[in-house]
T-cell receptor, first 114, second 110 residues
């Protein structure tokens, strides 16, 4: 019954490494989102996509990029990981109008950069 | 004013109690609202959707007050397993993205 799948639950990377976080959804949703969540800061939007090959910056895009080559897959890339990118990363997908059912989240990736 | 605001809590209640928390929103054009439940170190999961005046699902009731621009979540007969953070979410003007509140933490004690 899994609908949004994130490739890793836990990840440890070294400073300076290029990191790929993968997200796949099987609900044929147009919209996909990447958030990070830190204690006391809530959910912060990094990037989102409304269609294949389309991407828009969210509130905190610095240090990140994304790729959406297929409708079902939205990848988050940390170009050169830094310790301040240690966080919980959440992928979500939705119908074009989010009022129709809201978001479905993946189970999250807890990334630690050492 | 923030787009979506919640009291962070924590709300500490005994088992069996009734507890309610509110979420205020600034976009008066919003037509739908969502409550998510998030357990510690897990992802948010949809608890309830609110499309008109309110919604009820077992011990949980969500109500919408359009005039005052807030939604509320009422939990009756609280269980230990209700301990979690509750996030409210509201679609933005374009309707293609949700704005989340910071969450309200609930702790149900024996």
């Amino acid at each position: 019954d899994v609908k949004v799948t994130q490739s890793s639950r836990y990840l440890v990377k070294r400073t300076g490494e290029k990191v790929f976080l993968e997200c796949v959804q099987d609900m044929d949703h147009e919209n996909m989102f990447w958030y990070r969540q830190d204690p006391g800061l809530g959910l912060r939007l990094i990037y989102f996509s409304y269609d294949v090959k389309m991407k828009e910056k969210g509130d905190i895009p610095e240090g990140y990029s994304v790729s959406r080559e297929k409708k079902e897959r939205f990848s988050l890339i940390l170009e050169s990981a830094s310790t301040n990118q240690t966080s919980m990363y959440l992928c979500a997908s939705s119908a074009p109008w989010t009022g129709e059912g809201g978001y479905t989240f993946g189970s999250g990736t807890r990334l630690t950069v050492v | 004013r923030k787009e979506v605001e919640q009291d962070p809590g924590p709300f500490n209640v005994p088992e069996g109690a009734t507890v309610a928390f509110n979420c205020t929103y600034s976009n008066s054009a919003s037509q739908s609202f969502f409550w998510y439940r998030q357990d510690c170190r897990k992802e948010p999961k949809l608890l309830m959707s609110v499309y008109s005046s309110g919604n009820e699902d077992g011990r949980f009731t969500a109500q919408l007050n359009r005039a005052s621009q807030y939604i509320s979540l009422l939990i009756r007969d609280s269980k230990l397993s209700d301990s979690a953070t509750y996030l409210c979410a509201v679609p933005g003007n374009a309707g293609n993205m949700l704005t989340f509140g910071g969450g309200t933490r609930l702790m149900v004690k024996p």
